[in-house]
């Protein structure tokens, strides 16, 4: 019998920044909840809220800074027009390095994948993003599926 719980006992960090998609960040995060894990959304600073493109607010758990791939199962990075900020960050490009030198989840939605991109985790991973994004995503080396999901 499955588990109505599937993620129970995981732990997913999510990133946010200002002008974050919204529903790319309440979406999957409601829905980890949903299936038991345990979800913390990290800012660049945990004291204030970021405001997303369709004018949701979110008020971080955790600043960015002190987050730990080893304290995480998975990382979900929203896109929006916070990924092009946040890639400028050497602290978001180790943390994501980190978690895909871990072999574990690095889950980049729309834009978002302007961060795996900078990191330059890419590398022959297979992936699917924004069609705006394309080219930069063949250029660093990921193989391009045009899908609506895509898991390697």
Known sequence: MASDMPLAGKRVLILVGDI??????????????????????????KGRSYEGKNGYSCQPDAAIGEMKATNFDGLVVPGGFMPDKLRRDPVVLQLVRDFAESNKLVAAVCHGGWIPISAKVYEGVRVTGSPGIKDDLIRTGAIWEDAPIVVD
């Not at 529903?23 to 894990?37: N, S, T, V």
């Not at 345990?38 to 660049?44: K, L, M, N, T």
């Open 20 to 45: 974050y998609e919204d529903f790319e960040l309440w979406y999957p995060k409601l829905r980890l909840i949903e299936a038991g894990a345990e979800v913390v959304v990290a800012g660049p600073d």
